[in-house]
């Protein structure tokens, strides 16, 4: 049975660093793209970053240059590194797998993991 895990979330001050990880299991994610997403309260969920089978890459303009998106098929593990974090990323992080076999982002996404918090706050 496939499921997506999430882990990493915590509370920061502003300006430090977090990494999350998305576990796959019971699923070989290879060939799927994996998305991270976030929802704040009170806002519509957002996609944050995209990484296809092909190791190409996208972020939204709101986290670009301070966010990274990175694989290990081997760990069949997704990563996000968040650096210069800001209060505005305060949310439910959420990482989700592409419905389609080699499918390139944006794309849609049909499983996803329960979801870590981040909280950055002074």
């Known amino acids: 049975q496939l499921q997506l895990m999430e882990s990493g979330g915590g509370l920061v001050q502003p300006g430090e660093s977090l990494r999350l990880s998305c576990k796959m299991s019971?699923?070989?994610?290879?060939?799927?793209?994996i998305g991270w997403f976030r929802q704040a309260p009170g806002k519509e969920r957002e996609e944050v970053s995209c990484i296809n089978h092909g190791f190409l890459t996208t972020y939204a303009d709101s986290v670009k240059g301070r966010f990274t998106i990175s694989r290990d098929n081997a760990e069949n593990t997704v990563y996000l590194q968040m650096d210069r974090l800001t209060p505005e990323d305060t949310a439910v992080y959420y990482c989700?797998?592409?419905?389609?076999?080699?499918?390139?982002?944006?794309?849609?996404?049909?499983?996803w993991g329960q979801g870590t918090q981040v909280t950055v706050s002074s």
């Open positions: 989700a797998r592409a419905r389609r076999i080699l499918s390139t982002c944006p794309t849609e996404f049909g499983s």
């Open positions: 019971g699923y070989s994610l290879n060939a799927y793209a």
